[in-house]
């Protein structure tokens, strides 16, 4: 399609009132019976939902937290992760994955992403000294690492692995959902997530009983099922009401990752021929069932196209504010990763998401291709 067969149009990168409108009646309903009911924390509703999120993913156990950093941090202190430690993550990730670390008392140790963005194990085993502890992968944008080859590090070095599955719920790797391949697995429910609650939330899965008590415990202020205080813990319950919103949407999510996945590949037929822009990989790839929580490109040329897109009322993201955590200089890793500080001056996130028509992509994409004609 060209400009001459569309209209002007405004494309958001993503469209918060339509979390909320997409769903109104029924969250309307939720929030009356939830109020009359008074079942405000930790009622059956949360319950309900932690156990048909572990139903989903095929974790044995799910626990719903206040949200995803402090699924993250109560993971790495579960999990043993202490003073002295050093932790391995992917500097291409939330800020929030080192915070965890830093957090539990440990060293973040950042390094480099791969050509997928997601965590390099090349980089990770080179990483690797007597003081390093567990690597802590992210499942970024919707697909999951080569957790074949991340857990053959961690095994050949007495590792555990924590994942960053914030933004992958649903997402496998050989036929395995992501948050279940480690010791714990975080998700986010930030409302411009796949699963969207309409506030913060998060959860942590874990097929480890002993692993699931510690954090259970440490969600509620240190309280074992008896109600003693047993450690030292945080009050990080997922709120009662989100949890029915969450539990609600959870019943079409695969519709939603269906779509999902339905754009991604429009957005493939409609730009793959372009030299000067590198997609993320197809939906089709083998062995990896991904959810495009975003669809984040490369591109030549890439803050000039973000203007020119702006120009027309397409709403793009730079992720992470165009910085890997390693670059934050306050934060003091002063540590070079070339490829990843190359990809921060590339990166760019096209809309994707639920509010979006298969015209809004033609839309995008006539922009994209305009560009690199002019």
């Excluded at 993913?57 to 799910?62: E, I």
Aim: aromatic share 8%.
């Amino acid at each position: 399609m060209t400009m001459s067969s569309l209209e002007l149009r405004s494309v958001p990168f993503f469209n918060y009132p339509h979390v909320f409108k997409s769903h109104e009646a029924e969250f309307m309903a939720i929030f009356a019976d939830v109020g009359c009911r008074g079942a405000f924390i930790d009622q059956k509703d949360l319950k309900e939902f932690e156990a048909d999120l572990a139903v989903y993913t095929g974790a044995r156990y799910a626990l719903g937290v206040a949200d995803g950093t402090d699924a993250l941090i109560i993971a790495a202190i579960c999990a043993g992760v202490q003073p002295g430690d050093e932790v391995i993550f992917c500097t291409h990730t939330m800020v929030a994955t080192a915070a965890s670390i830093h957090f539990a008392g440990a060293t973040p140790v950042a390094v480099e992403c791969g050509p997928d963005h997601l965590i390099d194990p090349v980089a990770v085993e080179s990483a690797i000294t007597k003081r390093t502890k567990a690597i802590f992968p992210t499942q970024l944008n919707g697909r999951v690492c080569d957790m074949e080859r991340l857990q053959a590090i961690a095994d050949r070095h007495g590792l555990f692995i924590i994942e960053d599955a914030a933004q992958a719920l649903g997402a496998k790797y050989k036929g395995r959902a992501a948050g279940t391949f480690g010791l714990a697995g975080t998700i986010s429910f930030y409302p411009a997530k796949t699963l969207g609650s309409l506030g913060d939330g998060g959860a942590i899965l874990t097929n480890d009983a002993a692993m699931f008590e510690r954090m259970r415990c440490m969600r509620d202020h240190g309280r074992n099922a008896d109600g003693e205080v047993v450690r030292w813990g945080l009050n990080s319950r997922l709120d009662n009401l989100q949890a029915a919103f969450l539990h609600h949407r959870l019943r079409g999510y695969d519709e939603s990752i269906r779509r999902r996945r339905e754009i991604a590949s429009l957005y493939h037929s409609l730009l793959g021929d372009i030299p000067e822009v590198v997609l993320p990989p197809a939906p089709c790839s083998h062995g990896r069932f991904d959810i495009f929580q975003n669809f984040e490109i490369e591109a030549e040329h890439r803050d000039e196209l973000k203007s020119f897109l702006a120009s027309r009322g397409v709403g793009t993201l730079i992720q992470w504010g165009g910085r890997m955590v390693h670059q934050f200089k306050s934060l003091q890793f002063g540590c070079s990763l070339p490829n990843s500080e190359r990809l921060c001056t590339r990166m760019l996130m096209l809309p994707l998401n639920l509010s979006i028509s298969n015209e809004d992509v033609a839309y995008v994409a006539d922009g994209i291709r305009a560009f690199y004609r002019g």
